[in-house]
């Protein structure tokens, strides 16, 4: 797990509003490793979205780069994977074709199609329900075959904008063991966003809070939990003290957001 897969070198992200500027990152810089689940957790309107936007090239940093593999990002990204909180499957298309959608754009053969989202689809626990359409699933199935679907055009980096936030909290917990699981299988780098302090512990190796906007980072935090199995870590006094350290900081930069937009 030693090689940089993406790095943020001074990153700079201006917004040009009829009101004038707005900054919503300023010298954010960070090292993504290959293989790493990096989770980053701040307050609302920091600019975590607008990090993750710019991975993907769906924005452009008014000044520094992002590069990919040593390469700049200069537009949007097909080594990228999006997963969004509100699932983005096409609900006319069933869960195959879904799923087969980007492979299918990229003039992937129908053999080799059918034969990958097979395998992509068993690995989700989707299997028998190929033929379904997204209103035919549950939240949690939508979210897996939404999953499904990115992993399926194999992506260098999955990046995630709170993808679990909706799903009640029985199927979240389901949906971290089973993002863990698929990441151990596949060596998948991961870049999360969330706001939920245990469900970064859980799923991390490195945490990086954010301050209040202008979005840096404030703090990295490397996580040594084993992976498998932690959901019993939470129990133990290491877990408990480092989530403590990690909320208080999170906190102190809500607090400061609240003044802001109060003042
Ligand atoms: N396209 C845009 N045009 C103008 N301003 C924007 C745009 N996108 C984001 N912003 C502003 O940039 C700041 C950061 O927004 P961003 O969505 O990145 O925050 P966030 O950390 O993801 O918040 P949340 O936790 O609520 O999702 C906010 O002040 C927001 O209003
Ligand atoms: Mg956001």
């Known amino acids: 797990m030693s090689k940089t897969l993406i790095k943020f070198d001074n990153i700079t992200k201006r917004f040009s509003l009829r009101k004038g500027d707005i900054v919503a990152v300023k ?31 769906f924005l452009t940093p008014s000044s520094g780069n992002i590069l990919l593999d040593g390469q700049p990002i200069t537009k949007v990204e097909p080594r990228c994977g999006m997963i969004f909180q509100n699932y983005a499957l096409f609900p006319w298309l069933s869960v195959r074709k879904n799923v ?20 992509y689809i068993e690995m989700v626990g989707l299997k028998g329900f190929e033929d379904a359409y997204p209103g035919e699933l549950s939240g949690g199935m939508r979210q897996r075959t939404a999953l499904c679907r ?30 863990l ?27 990086v ?26 129990l133990t006094d290491e877990y408990l003290k480092l989530k403590r350290q990690i909320w208080s900081m999170v906190e102190e930069e809500v607090k400061t957001s609240m003044n802001i937009v109060s003042s």
């Open 100 to 119: 087969e959608f980007g492979p299918k754009i990229n003039g992937v053969s129908k053999k080799v199609r059918r034969e990958e989202s097979a395998k």
């Open 27 to 57: 010298d954010f810089s960070l090292e993504i490793k290959k293989g790493e689940i990096l989770t980053i957790v701040g307050a609302s309107g920091c600019g975590k979205t607008t990090v993750l936007n710019m991975v993907a090239g």
């Open 181 to 207: 699981r698929i990441v151990n299988e596949s060596g998948q780098t991961v870049l999360f966003i969330t706001h939920s302090i245990d469900e970064a512990l859980i799923l991390s190796d490195k945490i």
């Open 209 to 234: 809070v954010m301050s209040v906007r202008p979005g840096t980072v404030k703090e990295i935090y490397d996580i040594k939990f084993p992976h498998p199995g932690k959901v019993e870590v939470q």
């Open 150 to 179: 990115v992993l399926a055009n194999k992506p260098d980096i999955l990046l995630c904008d709170e993808p679990f936030a909706a799903l009640d909290a029985m199927t979240r917990q389901i949906m971290q063991q089973e993002l």
